[in-house]
């Protein structure tokens, strides 16, 4: 196991924004979390399990051990109609993406390009093109921290919802994720309903195709977190009620909304892009130029300059469209993970 002392995360979260963390360890087995969690040494420090760091904004320096996961492997079995593929939880999502379809397992291609190990994808549910990690789950494997035994949890267990699932709830800090089961159907079909996707050609339609396309609308229109540091959509498309929506509507009939069976779910990227705050900066971060719902590190930015740039968001969306924003960024802060209302009261 590598460990490093006072280590810069800045390398390992694709905010890319400087701040440290007591220890960083690389854990290649499930007895190296163990390892972590069960060290005497380091019983009174909090713990953080770290995927690819692509939904996160350190707040401040982390007085604790960050786990970085590093878990390897991936296993292919059959049934007559079915693949089904077991994955190790450090295993790269998009990596994983493209091999997969390259192999002729079928079924993956509308979450093309989503940053991030497999092991995070039952997190927040991943989802993009029309399709989330749920419709392809068949369980999660996961490290129970009370006894460390690893513990198999059907896609049902994890209570799926939209950015969503028991891991943010009742598992939360309870549990790390080893692995991932995913089934994908011998008889694939394309799903093609999404926005852009639906100009393709579904006679004869590959789902290379589909990954093809998937991937270039991604490159058109999310800053690739390499050049920009960003950690993707910062807010969640906000549901409201119906008649919330109704009223709204009435002032802004253009306003982009979707039905679902919660309510109205609204796009964020819209209500913001309303604000006129393309392009609005706090020190070093901003609100991307092409689309309203990511914030950006121009290159020097702060957690502090990113914290004060989504509370105007957040104020200026709620006093413009009575809307409660809330973030799809994790923010971890020095001990345990925080939210922005907690930090607001600081600012
Ligand atoms: P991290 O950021 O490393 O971790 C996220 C949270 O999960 C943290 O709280 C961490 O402590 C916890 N965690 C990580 N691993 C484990 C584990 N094994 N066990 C328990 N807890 C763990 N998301 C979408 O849904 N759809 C998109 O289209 C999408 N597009 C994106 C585009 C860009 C450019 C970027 C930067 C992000 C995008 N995201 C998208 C968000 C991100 O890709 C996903 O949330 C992804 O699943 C995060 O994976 P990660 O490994 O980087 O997680
Ligand atoms: N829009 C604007 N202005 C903007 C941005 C968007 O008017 O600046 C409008 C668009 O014109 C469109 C609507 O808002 O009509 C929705 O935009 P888009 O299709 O880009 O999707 P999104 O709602 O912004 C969601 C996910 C993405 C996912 C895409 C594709 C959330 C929070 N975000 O974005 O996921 O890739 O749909 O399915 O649900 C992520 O979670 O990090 C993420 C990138």
Same mark, same amino acid.
């Given at each position: 196991? *590598?460990?490093?002392?006072?280590?810069?995360?800045?390398?390992?979260?694709?905010?890319?924004?400087?701040?440290?963390?007591?220890?960083?360890?690389?854990?290649?087995?499930?007895?190296?979390?163990?390892?972590?969690?069960?060290?005497?040494?380091?019983?009174?420090?909090?713990?953080?399990?770290?995927?690819?760091?692509?939904?996160? #904004?350190?707040?401040?320096? $982390?007085?604790?051990?960050?786990?970085?996961?590093?878990?390897?492997?991936?296993?292919?079995?059959?049934?007559?109609?079915?693949?089904?593929?077991?994955?190790?939880?450090?295993?790269?999502?998009?990596?994983?993406?493209?091999?997969?379809?390259?192999?002729?397992?079928?079924?993956?291609?509308?979450?093309?390009?989503?940053?991030?190990?497999?092991?995070?994808?039952?997190?927040?549910?991943?989802?993009? $093109?029309?399709?989330?990690?749920?419709?392809?789950?068949?369980?999660?494997?996961?490290?129970?921290?009370?006894?460390?035994?690893?513990?198999?949890?059907?896609?049902?267990?994890?209570?799926?919802?939209?950015?969503?699932?028991?891991?943010?709830?009742?598992?939360?800090?309870?549990? !790390?994720?080893?692995?991932?089961?995913?089934?994908? +159907?011998?008889?694939?079909?394309?799903?093609?309903?999404?926005?852009?996707?639906? &100009?393709?050609?579904?006679?004869?339609?590959?789902?290379?195709?589909?990954?093809?396309?998937?991937?270039?609308?991604?490159?058109?229109?999310?800053?690739?977190?390499?050049?920009?540091?960003?950690?993707?959509?910062?807010?969640?498309?906000?549901?409201?009620?119906?008649?919330?929506?109704?009223?709204?509507?009435?002032?802004?009939?253009?306003?982009?909304? $979707?039905?679902?069976? *919660?309510?109205?779910?609204?796009?964020?990227?819209?209500?913001?892009?309303?604000?006129? #705050?393309?392009?609005?900066?706090?020190?070093?971060?901003?609100?991307?130029?092409?689309?309203?719902?990511?914030?950006?590190?121009?290159?020097?930015?702060?957690?502090?300059?990113? !914290?004060?740039?989504? +509370?105007?968001? $957040?104020?200026?969306?709620?006093?413009?469209?009575?809307?409660?924003?809330?973030?799809?960024?994790?923010?971890?802060?020095?001990?345990?993970?925080?939210?922005?209302?907690?930090?607001?009261? &600081?600012?």
């Amino acid at each position: 196991m *590598q460990i490093l002392a006072n280590a810069d995360l800045s390398r390992f979260h694709t905010f890319s924004i400087e701040q440290s963390c007591q220890y960083l360890v690389e854990v290649k087995t499930v007895d190296h979390i163990k390892d972590v969690y069960q060290n005497p040494k380091w019983s009174s420090l909090p713990k953080l399990m770290l995927g690819k760091g692509s939904n996160v #904004l350190f707040t401040q320096p $982390y007085q604790g051990v960050v786990l970085l996961n590093q878990l390897l492997g991936k296993t292919v079995t059959e049934t007559a109609d079915s693949w089904h593929l077991h994955i190790a939880g450090g295993e790269n999502w998009p990596d994983l993406v493209k091999w997969s379809i390259e192999q002729g397992y079928l079924g993956l291609e509308n979450l093309a390009l989503i940053p991030g190990c497999a092991g995070t994808a039952p997190i927040q549910n991943i989802g993009a $093109y029309g399709v989330e990690f749920k419709d392809l789950c068949e369980y999660v494997d996961v490290l129970c921290l009370k006894n460390f035994e690893v513990k198999r949890l059907s896609a049902e267990q994890c209570e799926f919802g939209y950015r969503d699932s028991v891991f943010k709830h009742d598992l939360h800090q309870q549990v !790390v994720i080893v692995a991932i089961g995913i089934k994908l +159907a011998k008889n694939w079909q394309p799903n093609t309903g999404y926005g852009p996707l639906q &100009t393709l050609d579904n006679n004869g339609l590959t789902a290379k195709q589909v990954f093809e396309r998937v991937c270039q609308v991604r490159i058109e229109k999310l800053p690739d977190p390499a050049k920009l540091g960003n950690a993707g959509s910062f807010f969640k498309n906000p549901i409201i009620s119906h008649q919330h929506f109704l009223k709204l509507q009435q002032t802004y009939p253009n306003m982009v909304a $979707y039905s679902t069976p *919660q309510g109205v779910k609204v796009a964020a990227g819209w209500l913001i892009d309303q604000c006129q #705050l393309k392009g609005a900066a706090v020190g070093g971060a901003e609100v991307h130029q092409n689309q309203a719902l990511v914030l950006v590190n121009k290159g020097k930015a702060s957690s502090d300059d990113v !914290v004060k740039l989504a +509370a105007k968001v $957040y104020c200026e969306v709620f006093k413009k469209f009575q809307i409660q924003l809330e973030h799809e960024v994790r923010f971890i802060g020095s001990h345990t993970e925080t939210n922005l209302a907690n930090l607001i009261e &600081t600012l």
